[in-house]
């Protein structure tokens, strides 16, 4: 372990965090293709809509409970260890599910499962963001979301080759799937090193130089790694002299306004699940049938067609994070977003009426998903997972992640529960709901969340600080160099 030498080493921990994210998309995806299929509600006793919507959502609030755990313990524990205990959770979990045979029994894999994700979740953004160059972060994560993509797509694909069959290995099979990419997660962590900033964080600062020079493998010179060390190691002793990334910087705003940071953080996080997004993803299958009018197999078949464009979509923004920045990304593509689903209500109540137009309208309708889940692609979904990790203070950076994480979680859980009752019981008025809330999130991107695109994690504190350049008198002026350099190079071997 420690053997790896610079892309190599960025490699390994790209490997890892896409097969985190993969994972992720594989299981959002899963039950949102299962829950319509006849094998599965022969299981399960064709469990109503809103029992539908409980088994589905309850593992956001396993995952909510995992990222406040991961919130508590994660710190300490550091990224790899965290990592790693979620992911034999989410083992245990997949397990479980595989394994059910009464809904009792399912939930609680479906709990188990979540608070393992929710683990994972929370902290391979963070580990992402601590390793990847200051220049190319966005493309980073851009990549791990794609794979998300990817695993989200594959899992509706391999669901919809099930629907024709009915025994309850047709929905069985696709759960324990899962395990695929969870066991090369945990070969993975055995051979990539703890992050620099988190080493240099718990007074383990020569593992910290050494992991530096490893990352850079004489792409740099020695006396610019020794100068991001310091730098490393100067925004450490500032955070700890003002206390910043205990639990009371919760409460208050410090100098580098860690509070303001960390509400920006679960804001974002929480934007993201109330806009909609995971209404669609889960229930794609059943807004197809029910809201534009498509048979049960028509509406499995658009469905993986939907997934695999927001893969393809997925690497618009390869091209776009690292060039024109985050808040441009988010403010434009939301717009689209707000304006899909008002538009997507208008059609929606054309087809429930039965009007004359109510064919054209189903055709339209299907094709605002696709505009939809594109938009929140190209500007929101990446976004969402590197923002976090690059607005929060180093030493608060595990904890805020994880909480940020938990209000993505909790605010997922209240979307996937509602969605069903609400389309069976006020139809095209849910759309409605979704406008006006990604409409209410334009203006308070574009006042209060600043760009970080192009900048060293340690100076966003400085941003935060109002200290840009080292003003005499700041509380950063008495720094000696800050080093302008990747972490990892210009790639991956």
């Not at 490997?15 to 509600?41: K, S, Y």
């Not at 200290?467 to 991956?492: N, V």
């Amino acid at each position: 372990m420690g053997k790896l030498r610079g892309n190599s080493l960025l490699a390994a921990v790209t490997a890892l965090t896409a097969l985190g994210f993969m994972q992720i998309g594989f299981d959002i995806g899963l039950m949102g293709g299962l829950v319509n299929e006849r094998a599965f509600n022969d299981t399960f006793n064709s469990p109503s809509p809103t029992i539908l919507g409980f088994i589905v959502s309850i593992m956001e609030v396993g995952a909510f409970f995992g990222s406040i755990a991961n919130s508590i313990f994660g710190e300490s524990l550091g990224r790899k260890k965290s990592i790693a205990i979620g992911v034999v959770v989410m083992i245990i979990g997949s397990l479980l599910q595989a394994t059910a045979y009464v809904r009792a029994h399912l939930v609680v894999g479906r709990i188990v499962t979540g608070f393992g994700l929710g683990i994972v979740n929370s902290t391979t953004p963070v580990m992402q963001a601590e390793f990847s160059p200051k220049a190319t972060r966005g493309l980073y994560v851009c990549m791990q979301l794609t794979v998300l993509n990817f695993g989200t797509l594959l899992v509706y694909w391999v669901d919809y080759g099930f629907s024709f069959h009915s025994g309850s290995y047709a929905w069985r099979v696709p759960v324990i799937l899962q395990c695929a990419f969870l066991l090369p997660m945990l070969l993975l962590l055995l051979i990539v090193d703890e992050t620099p900033r988190w080493l240099a964080a718990h007074d383990r600062q020569n593992d910290a130089l050494d992991v530096l020079h490893r990352l850079n493998n004489g792409k740099v010179s020695d006396s610019d790694v020794v100068a991001t060390y310091e730098d490393i190691l100067y925004t450490v002793s500032v955070e700890k002299a003002m206390g910043a990334g205990s639990w009371k910087d919760l409460l208050k705003n410090d100098k580098i306004q860690s509070q303001r940071r960390l509400l920006i953080a679960c804001a974002i996080q929480a934007f993201q699940q109330l806009g909609g997004i995971n209404a669609i993803i889960y229930y794609s299958g059943t807004i197809f049938q029910k809201s534009v009018g498509f048979s049960q197999n028509m509406s499995s078949l658009m469905s993986g067609f939907l997934q695999t464009w927001m893969f393809v979509a997925s690497f618009i923004p390869w091209l776009l994070i690292d060039r024109i920045g985050r808040r441009r990304l988010l403010l434009s593509m939301i717009s689209v977003m707000a304006a899909v689903m008002a538009v997507q209500s208008a059609l929606v109540r054309q087809i429930e009426m039965e009007t004359r137009i109510a064919h054209v309208c189903g055709i339209v309708a299907a094709s605002m998903l696709f505009v939809f889940e594109g938009a929140f692609t190209i500007g929101f979904q990446a976004t969402v997972w590197v923002y976090p990790s690059e607005i929060l203070p180093l030493r608060l950076r595990q904890r805020g992640s994880a909480i940020s994480t938990a209000a993505n979680w909790i605010c997922n859980y209240v979307i996937v529960q509602i969605t069903l009752p609400a389309i069976s019981n006020i139809g095209w008025k849910t759309y409605i709901i979704f406008a006006i809330l990604n409409a209410l999130w334009v203006p308070v991107i574009y006042f209060f969340f600043p760009e970080t695109k192009g900048m060293q994690l340690e100076d966003v504190d400085r941003l935060f600080a109002g200290e840009d350049e080292r003003e005499p008198g700041g509380i950063f002026d008495t720094k000696g160099t800050t080093a302008e350099i990747e972490l990892a190079g210009s790639g991956i071997a």
